[in-house]
């Protein structure tokens, strides 16, 4: 183990002195604040983990005891599992690699723009070239034969009658 290393036992039970719908919760709490008295850090970081094993009985039942692996680094305490593996930050992509993700996706969006674009450009010259718009067909109109039918429906009722 490092000098920035340990393993702490951490009693959770008090949890259970709070109401069932906050138990985890409060156990959460009291391992931030069971790390920060013992780490002497301004900040404190639970792995996700370390937040699954609390919650993995759900808000009602967390668990009493937790074994606690603690890595003190610039001012700021890690909580994790013991033997759970510390992951350092990947490298970042070369930036033309970055940029050719950001094209590919761009461009089904572009292709959209340019689209609406031609469409207002043809618009724009028919209007400049005297030419009227092309107007939409309309369907037949629909309420007169509603109309119809439903006065047919009448007709049959009141003759069944």
Do not use: C
């Not at 109401?19 to 970081?45: E, G, M, P, S, Y």
């Not at 690699?97 to 292709?111: D, L, S, Y």
Request: glycine residues 2%; proline residues 6%; charged residues 50%.
């Amino acid at each position: 183990m490092k000098g920035d290393e340990h393993i702490y036992n951490i009693p959770l039970r008090k949890a259970y002195l709070y109401k069932r719908t906050k138990r985890a919760i409060r156990a959460v709490k009291l391992l931030q604040d069971f790390v920060l008295r013992h780490a002497k850090t301004d900040k404190v970081i639970i792995s996700m983990a370390l937040n699954e094993l609390i919650w993995s009985r759900s808000i009602q039942k967390p668990p009493r005891l937790v074994r606690v692996r603690v890595v003190k680094k610039d001012g700021t305490a890690y909580a994790y599992l013991p033997d759970e593996k510390t992951e350092e930050k990947k490298a970042e992509k070369p930036k033309e690699e970055k940029k050719a993700e950001e094209k590919e996706v761009k461009k089904p969006a572009q292709e959209k723009e340019e689209k609406k674009s031609e469409s207002k450009e043809v618009k724009k010259e028919e209007k400049s070239a005297g030419k009227k718009p092309e107007e939409k067909k309309e369907k037949p109109e629909e309420p007169e034969e509603k109309k119809q039918k439903s006065e047919e429906k009448k007709e049959e009722k009141v003759k069944t009658k």
